[in-house]
C-alpha cells in the first residue's frame, strides 16, 4: 500500500505542479483557451491558485522523500482537496460538468493520499 500511495503521490505532484507553473507564468490571454473560467477572475487569483498547487505538489513528495516533517504531506493532500472543493463549486456555478468531473477524480485521488497518509501507512 505505500508504493501505491506514493504512485498517487507522484502523479498528483506532476499534475498540480505543471498546473502551478502555468498558472503562475502564463498570461491570461495564454491561460484562457485551455482554461475558460481565468476569465472571470482576477489574475491574482489565479497567480495565487497557482502558487497554492505548486506549494501542495511539493508537499507531497519532499517531506516523505527527505523524511523531513512528513505530516506535511497528508496536510498539502488536506490542502489540494480543499482546493478541489471549491473548484467544483466555482465549476457548478458556471454550469461545466467536464470541469466538475475532472476535479471529483483529483479529489477521490487526493482523498486516498490523505486517508493513507493520515492513518495506517503513515510515514
Not at 501542495?56 to 523531513?68: K, Q, R, T
Not at 465549476?91 to 485521488?109: C, N, T, W, Y
Request: proline share 7%; net charge positive.
Amino acid at each position: 500500500m505505500n508504493m501505491f500511495l506514493w504512485v498517487l503521490q507522484g502523479l498528483l505532484a506532476v499534475v498540480f505542479a505543471a498546473s502551478g507553473v502555468l498558472k503562475t507564468t502564463r498570461s491570461r490571454e495564454q491561460l484562457s483557451p485551455q482554461l475558460p473560467w481565468v476569465n472571470d477572475v482576477p489574475p491574482v487569483t489565479v497567480r495565487l491558485i497557482g502558487t497554492a498547487e505548486f506549494a501542495a505538489a511539493l508537499g507531497l513528495i519532499l517531506p516523505g522523500a527527505l523524511d523531513i516533517a512528513t505530516v506535511l504531506t497528508p496536510l498539502a493532500a488536506t490542502g489540494i482537496a480543499v482546493i478541489m472543493i471549491l473548484a467544483m463549486g466555482f465549476h457548478a456555478r458556471r454550469k461545466e460538468p467536464s470541469g466538475i468531473a475532472f476535479d471529483a477524480v483529483l479529489l477521490i485521488v487526493t482523498a486516498t493520499v490523505m486517508w493513507g497518509r493520515f492513518g495506517p501507512h503513515a510515514f
